[in-house]
């Protein structure tokens, strides 16, 4: 990670994509990382209530961030972390996503598969910029 003048901000921006490759491993392997190829997402009740347990946990870390003043770039990115979070706090609730939605397992079958046809056997890390 390069030098920022918003290390708290950044070490919890980073643990926002933690969890977010770790519940969405299909979402992982498409953007390049490879560390959860060989799993497709727990979208049990209990899978689903860890990820939710995540996003909650982040959710109410994020106020708590010290003032720092952050650049377009990492306010552009805290506003969509939140975002996101916030909009799967609702699709928890909602009968539209895991809950009353077959496509969703399907979907995440099937592009489970496809992303490892496509992948690129270079980690998001080795890219070149």
Partial sequence: MSATSAPAFNGWLDDF?????????VNATFVGVHDYDEVLPDLSPAGLAATMADAEALL???PELPGEALSAAEALDR???EGFL???RWESRSLHFARGNPSVYTGEA???VIGLLLRNRRSAAEEEP
């Fill in 17 to 25: 994509f933690t969890s977010y490759y770790r519940h969405r491993p």
């Fill in 60 to 62: 109410a870390r994020l």
């Fill in 79 to 81: 506003q969509m972390a």
């Fill in 86 to 88: 916030l909009i799967q």
């Fill in 110 to 112: 099937v592009f489970g």
